[in-house]
């Protein structure tokens, strides 16, 4: 039966809570806590202890890896991070699921600021200052989107005012460039280096991470919930449902119509990620889910 296959499943019908929007209340929630309580109780030396530095991970303060990410230098910078992390979250949490997707944000995170302790080590100056700010992290689901979605539109304002058109391969193509040259030319307190080392982690979780365990002979009864996960993902353009019987067997017994159309897309997906899908390839998937829905 169609409905059998695992990656066909709808599961329970229970809303839950989006992480994207969690994501963004806990951000809001620890900046109020660091700007006007945790100083008043610890003294202001909780900003050094929390704050991600050189000087700190020297000392084995690890957990800076992960506090930094929860503090800002002001409500803009925050507001721009959670902002962020708003648009381009929602997607990318509905087609990597909640698990991978708290992975990918807190990885990148982490990676981002690695990145900028070593070129704090290596070049010192700007580079050497404490880092606050869930940039890293936004940056790694901006890379994320870009990679699942590359051509889908964008419309993005400059300096907040002027509106421009982008698509989203050219939006981290531009903000890879901005990182970069914020390395070699510092002349900001911008973090360039751990919105490089996000970026780079988001481009390499969905390309390669996220397929893993699809590609280790020993694992592949782990093998069908990624899949599952990323046919969630909505097709780029509008599905049109009122296609000729030439786009695709749609007249085929279920297990049939499996066989020979749904399951060679699922094996492109574990070979070449969900961004490799045609427009046809992503309405195949959507029909075989309506024909879940109604059974």
Avoid at 153 to 172: D, E, Q, T, W, Y
Wanted: charge should be positive; hydrophobic fraction near 50%; include cysteine.
């Amino acid at each position: 039966m169609l409905e059998d296959r695992p990656y066909m499943r709808r599961g329970s019908f229970r809303v839950q809570p989006s992480v994207t929007l969690m994501l963004v209340i806990a951000n809001i929630v620890a900046f109020i806590l660091h700007r006007y309580v945790l100083p008043r109780v610890f003294g202001p030396a909780i900003e050094s202890d929390l704050a991600l530095s050189v000087n700190g991970l020297k000392h084995g303060h690890v957990w800076q890896l992960l506090t930094f990410q929860f503090m800002h230098a002001g409500w803009i910078h925050l507001l721009l991070n959670c902002w962020a992390i708003f648009m381009f979250g929602r997607e990318v949490e509905e087609s990597l699921g909640r698990k991978s997707f708290l992975t990918l944000y807190f990885t990148s995170g982490i990676i981002g600021g690695l990145f900028q302790t070593l070129f704090g080590v290596l070049l010192g100056g700007a580079f050497a200052a404490s880092v606050v700010g869930a940039s890293a992290g936004a940056f790694g689901l901006v890379a994320a989107f870009a990679v699942l979605y590359p051509e889908r539109p964008l419309m993005l304002l400059l300096f907040f005012i002027i509106p421009i058109n982008m698509r989203a391969k050219f939006l981290l193509l531009f903000s890879g460039i901005i990182a970069v040259l914020g390395i070699l030319f510092p002349a900001d307190n911008v973090a360039h280096a751990a919105h490089l080392g996000g970026m780079l982690t988001g481009i390499l979780f969905v390309r390669y991470v996220i397929h893993w365990n699809l590609r280790w002979p020993g694992l592949r009864r782990n093998r069908r919930e990624p899949l599952r996960r990323l046919v969630k993902v909505p097709s780029q353009k509008p599905a049109m449902w009122g296609g000729t019987k030439d786009e695709m067997d749609e007249d085929l017994p279920p297990q049939e119509f499996l066989s020979k159309e749904v399951d060679p897309i699922l094996e492109k997906i574990s070979a070449q990620g969900i961004q490799s899908l045609t427009d046809r390839e992503r309405l195949i998937l959507e029909k075989a889910r309506a024909k879940v829905g109604k059974r």
